[in-house]
């Protein structure tokens, strides 16, 4: 088992899989002045440990990188759940996510690749989050929710539920969403309003 990516966010991924008796071999990363984290040495070329078989997480938290990495490298990637978590048998949670302490999904819900829910975060029932999203510490999404692709959900930040939230947007910390969000928008406040859009060529 190797994470890609050697910061804080690996720090979490560590525990996680230490506490599900999970062995980690060591991390991967393109900066090459980290040379351990948690005690693990760091490897700075990815191609070094790569074959059909090797299992691996991406651990790093922003979600372009992450889609870019799991694009140009074909690892075998693994989920991993915090034993606190609530996981509903009637979910699907796809491989490379992330579910942190004390997070909770309800039946019905789907949870695509590569996403991050964070620590007490609250998925309700029915919700479809698609690849690479982030939803952060808190975050409490209601019933029948969707999430697009890479979009990222601040710490605290409230959804009401049938809202549908599109692909590569922005709800800032604490906002609360009653009604639909559009692609790129970036949105803060309550009730949450657009304030701008991030640049769709980063995508």
Same mark, same amino acid.
């Given at each position: 088992?190797?994470?890609?990516?050697?910061?804080?966010?690996?720090?979490?991924? %560590?525990?996680?899989?230490?506490?599900? +008796? *999970?062995?980690? /071999? =060591?991390?991967?990363?393109?900066?090459? #002045?980290?040379?351990?984290? $948690?005690?693990?040495?760091?490897?700075?070329?990815?191609?070094?440990?790569?074959?059909?078989?090797?299992?691996?997480?991406?651990?790093?938290?922003?979600?372009?990188?992450?889609?870019?990495?799991? !694009?140009?490298? #074909?690892?075998?990637?693994?989920?991993?759940?915090?034993?606190?978590? *609530? %996981?509903?048998?009637?979910? &699907?949670? !796809?491989?490379?996510?992330?579910?942190?302490?004390?997070? =909770?999904?309800?039946? +019905?819900?789907?949870?695509? /690749?590569?996403?991050?829910?964070?620590?007490?975060?609250?998925?309700?029932?029915?919700?479809?989050?698609?690849? $690479?999203?982030?939803? #952060?510490?808190?975050?409490?999404?209601?019933?029948?929710?969707?999430?697009?692709?890479? &979009?990222?959900?601040?710490?605290?930040?409230?959804?009401? *539920?049938?809202?549908? %939230?599109?692909?590569?947007?922005?709800?800032?910390?604490?906002?609360?969403?009653?009604?639909?969000?559009?692609?790129?928008?970036?949105?803060?406040?309550?009730?949450? /309003?657009?304030?701008?859009?991030?640049? *769709?060529? !980063? !995508?």
């Amino acid at each position: 088992m190797y994470l890609y990516g050697a910061s804080g966010h690996a720090k979490v991924i %560590i525990d996680i899989l230490l506490r599900n +008796g *999970q062995s980690i /071999k =060591a991390l991967i990363d393109d900066n090459r #002045s980290v040379q351990e984290l $948690y005690g693990y040495s760091v490897i700075h070329n990815a191609a070094e440990v790569l074959h059909a078989k090797t299992e691996c997480i991406i651990s790093i938290g922003n979600n372009k990188v992450r889609k870019l990495i799991a !694009e140009k490298w #074909s690892f075998t990637y693994i989920i991993a759940i915090e034993p606190s978590a *609530q %996981i509903s048998r009637g979910s &699907t949670i !796809e491989s490379g996510t992330v579910v942190m302490a004390n997070v =909770a999904v309800n039946a +019905g819900s789907y949870i695509g /690749k590569h996403c991050i829910l964070n620590t007490n975060c609250s998925i309700d029932h029915d919700c479809v989050l698609e690849d $690479y999203v982030h939803i #952060s510490p808190n975050v409490a999404l209601a019933g029948n929710i969707s999430v697009g692709e890479g &979009t990222h959900i601040g710490i605290g930040a409230c959804v009401i *539920q049938g809202i549908r %939230i599109g692909k590569w947007a922005t709800v800032g910390a604490g906002t609360v969403i009653i009604k639909d969000v559009p692609d790129y928008a970036v949105v803060t406040g309550n009730p949450g /309003k657009v304030i701008r859009y991030n640049n *769709q060529d !980063e !995508e």
